[in-house]
């Protein structure tokens, strides 16, 4: 028997309910099951009390919100306003949480955006909430920082956009090389002029001295 066609085998998991939402949400029980066989190749009991919780609920709940970015469903409403100039908008210390695709750990860090305006700008929360509904798959960092680039420059119509994120990877921190570093990733999207360029800089240098 493959490992596709046991997985696919419910009869052992009648007892689960099903909560499968395809279209806005992750299929709760598959997730359900598959964390239950984690609990097992790992040697715990997936029925003792204490985990019981851990792979019927807590963690298809936590993977449902943790995917959110792979759903358009859940992007967040980026609302514009009519721009007086096309002066640069930076925003430096966005919180990022994000998961890596190779271990499916998490990385942590802070982004920073820029963009100029072309005719409307967006709400300043806006940038947080997308930076949080891009980050929410398994992603790579570099793919991560182009993205939001990519996606900023799309949603506002902005012909400058800068995106810098610096991260540490648990994957690094806690297991393979167990060594906490600092990756830093940029994406440029368009000609952000040498001053627009030179005020991204500032403000993130202005920014790292304030949480030194
Ligand atoms: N470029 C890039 N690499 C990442 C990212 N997140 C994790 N990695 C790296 O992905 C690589 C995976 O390497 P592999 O050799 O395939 O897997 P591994 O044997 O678990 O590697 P080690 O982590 O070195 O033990 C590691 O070097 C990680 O540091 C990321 O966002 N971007
Ligand atoms: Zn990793």
Redesign the pocket.
Known sequence: MSDDTQLDDRSTDESLPVQTDPVTGIDHEKAQRGVKLILEAIGEDPDRPGLTDTWQRRIPEMLETLSEGDRQAAKPAMRTFEATNEDLVVKTGIPVYSL?E??MLP?QGTAHIAYRPDGDVVGLSKLIRYVRWQSRRL????ELTQDIAHGLADELGAEAVLVEISAT?M??AM???ETETT?TTRATVGTPTNDEQQRFRDAIARTDGETR
């Open positions: 890596c190779h271990h990385y992603t790579m960092q570099e990877h994957c690094e297991r393979g090389i990756t």
